[in-house]
């Protein structure tokens, strides 16, 4: 995992690695928020918490890039 604020952009770029099986999260059904229970909250957070994210399948897992936009 790296992280970086980027000054020009006025964002921080946090960059995480992952050597699970890969999944296309975009078949991931959104989940409501009075069912959440433990399991899967990983996406819900991601939505609601940053600006803007990208899943990148790779052959060996996935590379997940969040962006955060900095006030």
Known sequence: MT????????ELKIIIR????PFD???????????????GL???C????????KYE???DGMLLTLTKKLV
């Open 57 to 59: 399948r790779l052959p």
């Open 42 to 44: 990983g996406l819900v």
């Open 46 to 53: 991601i939505r609601k918490l940053m600006d803007n994210f």
């Open 25 to 39: 999260p975009a078949m991931v059904k959104p989940k409501c928020e009075d069912e959440l229970k433990p399991g």
């Open 18 to 21: 992952d050597w699970a099986k």
């Open 3 to 10: 992280a970086q604020k980027n000054e020009n952009e006025n």
